[in-house]
């Protein structure tokens, strides 16, 4: 796909340095794609209708449903029949009254979230539900590194390269990969797998980080990017 970065790398063409990926070493990483956050009927949405403000998010939800959820799910059972590492990231906290969280997960308007674990909003939609041995870690942060051992499951697993996805493109996703790049990990952003409240948003953030902190990428450019490496025998 032909994505645009920023002037700092406008010298260099898209896609002319090609990352190296080993397919035995790669882990999905899919990002708080969680009820309260993405569904209809989560409570994100329904404090928005009850303030007037759910046309505005109309983008968003459409998104989700029509682009969002069937590439995860497409990038999910790709990963799976070919026995990759699956991991999730999901904001939830250990108290009930939040007092674990961050301080930007306690800021009044739309950061200030209070998800418990066991929580039904905490949980990931049905659609993407994870699989029993697959890693769920718990954030109470935007990055998925910062404050969990997900790094240190990653190293346990040998993972070097992890394609990243969800929500929101421009918090928590970019957060993540930000955190990603530099513990030295190659990411691959597949970037209709995310959304943001906006277009405009969401556009902005794939710019800034193209190139400089992950390779931005379409799910059927990374299924065929990995295929090809299993194909070139990088699998043992």
């Known amino acids: 796909m032909e994505n645009q970065q920023t002037l700092y790398y406008d010298f260099i063409p898209t896609g002319e340095e090609k990352m ?82 961050s301080p930007v997960q306690r800021r009044p308007g739309w950061n200030n979230i209070l998800l418990p674990i066991g929580d039904p909003g905490a949980e990931m939609v049905d659609e993407l539900k994870p699989l029993e041995d697959e890693i769920v870690v718990n954030k109470t942060t935007d990055s998925v590194l910062s404050g969990t051992n997900y790094e240190f499951l990653l190293r346990n697993m040998g993972i070097e390269t992890v394609v990243c996805t969800g929500v929101v493109t421009d918090q928590c996703v970019a957060s993540t990969v930000r955190s990603l790049a530099d513990a030295g990990f190659e990411v691959i952003l597949v970037e209709d797998a995310c959304a943001a409240a906006t277009k405009e948003l969401h556009d902005a953030e794939i710019m800034i980080m193209n190139q400089i902190y992950c390779q931005v990428m379409s799910t059927e450019e990374t299924i065929q990017f990995i295929s090809e490496e299993m194909e070139q025998g990088v699998i043992v």
């Open 20 to 101: 190296k990926l080993d397919p035995a070493k790669t882990a999905l990483l899919i990002v708080d794609m969680q009820n309260q956050f993405i569904s209809r009927d989560g409570l994100d949405a329904q404090i928005a209708r009850e303030r007037g403000m759910f046309d505005k998010w109309g983008y968003f939800f459409d998104r989700i449903d029509e682009v969002v959820v069937p590439n995860n799910q497409k990038l999910l059972n790709y990963f799976r029949s070919n026995q990759l590492e699956v991991t999730y990231g999901r904001i939830a906290c250990h108290h009930k009254d939040g007092r674990d969280r």
